[in-house]
């Protein structure tokens, strides 16, 4: 059983005492939605000390912070475990609404971990959460379309590149560019790949230095703009998440896609040879993209009243076994090289495309670690949405915007 890993990793470690009824503990872990792996690994952690048990959050990370926050500033003792979107990790560490993970798992989990991991995971140099998964995005592609548009795509193709084939060839560029933390990964992708960042000094709170308003800025403005107002713009832009931009580009107008990992396994079958993929686009030719950073950790609540057994469900759940089950399940990539090396993976997916999902990963450009996110994130929703309403002045516009929600001065 995987259980049998959290043992060896937690041998020190004290267990809690049992309810006063004498039953076994139920640890209850909040999980982000999924087809059902994160309940199977509950499953196979299980042991005869404690279960697991599942409770679903909403689809939305947004939606997800605010129940667990709302919860969790409540002293909620009925969550155990959660599942946490890298975005808002430092705001409940800073909190203090985390249990501090113990030294021999946190040097564990750093040993084990890719470094992109490790840093999204950490709060105050240490890690506050333990990572589970690593996903990243790529450019998925349909080969049939991007031989007639005469791309060469065994090169590195830019954002200007996929926009102009897919206007050719009358097909559709899908992208996520609702109102949500999914268009702020592409905001900040775009904008990291130009040389950039949203925000720095990140560790002077609200006095962060925002930096969106430079060239790399208006080089991600331009891109958006540019798909925006061009054919390629799928109908539902303006409303597309994960899934909307994963339909248009399984449908017949389908030419190109920047979406998460899973996209091979819930497509490689209807698609066949037809589905290609490579490296994120470039949103400056010759310039290294920096492709978005996704994932969950798993993070033990202060309030649990059984930290210690959940800190061994812990390191059986983030088990290279358990990362590469996983992935095996949902097509969300491990966050540890182990993980993908574990065999009915590595069979699962061409050796290249586990290449590329390792190497987006580490080359990743995360979003801004700052326990001021969701003001950040929310001021970028009100000032780059709708798609169309993007233009060079946007990065000025938002900048003095986040300033102003930071500091008080406007709410969001």
């Known amino acids: 059983m995987l259980a049998s890993v959290a043992a060896a990793a937690l041998a020190s470690t004290t267990l809690a005492a049992c309810g006063s009824s004498g039953g076994t503990p139920q640890l209850v872990w909040y999980i982000n939605p999924d087809n059902g792996g994160q309940a199977a690994l509950a499953k196979d952690c299980s042991t005869s000390q404690y279960t697991i048990t599942t409770q679903l959050l909403p689809q939305d990370a947004t939606q997800q912070?605010?129940?667990?926050?709302?919860r969790l500033n409540a002293h909620d003792s009925s969550i155990d475990l959660m599942s946490l979107d890298p975005a808002y990790t430092a705001e409940l560490a800073n909190a203090g609404y985390l249990a501090t993970l113990p030294d021999?798992?946190?040097a564990s989990l750093k040993q084990q971990s890719f470094k992109g991991a490790v840093d999204a995971s950490s709060w105050d140099g240490k890690l506050a959460v333990a990572p589970f998964w690593s996903n990243t995005q790529v450019l998925w592609y349909r080969t049939s379309v991007a031989r007639k548009a005469g791309l060469d795509m065994t090169k590195p193709v830019t954002w200007d590149q996929i926009i102009d084939a897919a206007t050719k060839t009358g097909t559709k560029v899908a992208v996520q560019a609702n109102k949500y933390e999914g268009y702020v990964v592409l905001i900040n992708a775009l904008i990291m790949g130009a040389g950039g960042d949203i925000a720095s000094n990140l560790t002077d709170g609200i006095d962060a230095k925002v930096d969106i308003d430079s060239a790399a800025g208006k080089a991600a403005a331009q891109v958006i703009q540019k798909l925006a107002h061009s054919s390629a713009a799928p109908p539902d832009l303006s409303i597309a998440q994960e899934g909307q931009s994963e339909a248009t580009f399984a449908s017949s107008i389908g030419g190109f896609l920047t979406n998460w990992t899973y996209i091979y396994s819930a497509h490689s079958k209807t698609l066949g040879s037809d589905l290609g993929y490579a490296r994120y686009p470039e949103t400056v030719a010759g310039q290294e993209s920096r492709p978005p950073y996704g994932g969950i950790g798993i993070g033990v609540s202060k309030y649990s009243q059984h930290t210690d057994l959940a800190m061994q469900a812990v390191a059986c759940l983030t088990s290279p076994t358990s990362q590469g089950t996983y992935a095996l399940a949902e097509g969300n990539m491990p966050a540890s090289a182990a993980g993908y090396a574990?065999?009915?993976?590595?069979?699962?997916?061409?050796?290249?495309?586990?290449?590329?999902?390792?190497?987006?990963v580490d080359q990743a450009g995360p979003r801004p670690t700052?326990?001021?996110?969701?003001?950040?994130?929310?001021?970028?929703?009100?000032?780059?949405?709708?798609?169309v309403s993007v233009s060079p002045s946007t990065p000025g516009a938002s900048s003095t915007f986040i300033t102003q929600v930071l500091h008080g001065r406007k709410l969001l």
Request: proline share 11%; glycine share 2%.
């Open 65 to 70: 912070r605010v129940q667990l926050a709302r």
């Open 370 to 387: 700052t326990p001021y996110w969701s003001d950040i994130s929310g001021a970028i929703q009100s000032t780059w949405h709708p798609p």
């Open 104 to 106: 021999a798992l946190q």
């Open 342 to 360: 574990y065999p009915a993976l590595q069979k699962a997916y061409p050796a290249d495309l586990l290449k590329l999902f390792e190497t987006s």
